[in-house]
């Protein structure tokens, strides 16, 4: 089956200790996103990216790392430096997203619940 | 200002009737919209996506775009208990040094009652 497989669906981090969220599609997608949110709020665009090597921050980047060394996988890695981490996370991936306002259509996986313990 | 805007409502709506969404975005350049449903402690799933001015349907809702007045709605028909959930708005916004991003609204809460 073709989709968008984000693991693990529930996370725990102690304060000051870095995490990694997994995030892998098999759709054959050039794009892939990262999203947080909080509850009863909307998404907020942490990173993405479009092409193999190459990621752009969000709107609220700091306190959080990507790599994108394969085009099937975009890892978010939580930072100590994120002061409140504790939401639900996103990823999703689209065909494409063009500098030109063409986008298509994004799909999202089940989504990791980060807590701070 | 906000690169896309919804109202957050609660949007109260009885059964049987049209549930209408708003959406409103800054970017004069964007050329591709989304709305997204997603349910409490679910991840969002595409309901409709548009690209030229005018309405499109599918089904029990319409998405209508007005890239001139930089709007976007959607429109439930014939709403039932279980469209109640949160809609969300998305556009591809370009950015100035690569390509766009997908930027989503805050959504709109809405509850459909018996």
């Known amino acids: 089956d073709g989709g968008i497989t984000q693991s693990p669906k529930y996370l725990f981090r102690k304060e000051g200790q870095n995490v990694t969220l997994s995030c892998e599609q098999n759709?054959?997608?050039?794009?892939m996103y990262w999203y947080r949110q909080d509850p009863g709020q909307g998404l907020r665009l942490i990173y993405y990216?479009?092409?193999?090597?190459?990621?752009q921050k969000g709107d609220i980047a700091e306190g959080y790392s990507v790599s994108r060394e394969k085009k099937e996988s975009f890892p978010l890695t939580v930072t100590s430096a994120q002061k409140n981490p504790t939401a639900f996370y996103l990823c999703?991936?689209?065909?494409?997203?063009?500098?030109?306002?063409?986008?298509?259509?994004?799909?999202f996986g089940q989504g990791t619940r980060l807590t701070v313990v | 200002q906000k690169e896309v805007e919804q109202n957050s409502g609660p949007l109260s709506v009885p059964e049987g009737a049209i549930a209408s969404l708003n959406c409103t975005y800054s970017?004069?350049?964007?050329?591709?919209f989304f709305w997204y449903r997603q349910y409490s402690g679910k991840s969002p799933e595409l309901i409709m996506s548009i690209y030229s001015n005018g309405d499109k349907e599918d089904g029990r809702f319409t998405a209508q775009l007005n890239k001139a007045s930089q709007y976007v709605s959607l429109l439930i028909r014939d709403s039932q208990p279980s469209d109640s959930a949160t809609y969300l708005c998305?556009?591809?916004?370009?950015?100035?040094?690569?390509?766009?991003?997908?930027?989503f609204g805050a959504g709109t809460q809405v509850v459909v009652t018996p």
């Open positions: 970017d004069r350049g964007s050329q591709s």
């Open positions: 990216s479009q092409i193999v090597n190459d990621f």
């Open positions: 999703a991936s689209s065909i494409t997203s063009a500098k030109t306002g063409w986008g298509t259509e994004a799909f």
């Open positions: 759709l054959n997608h050039d794009a």
């Open positions: 998305a556009v591809n916004i370009m950015t100035t040094d690569s390509w766009g991003k997908l930027q």
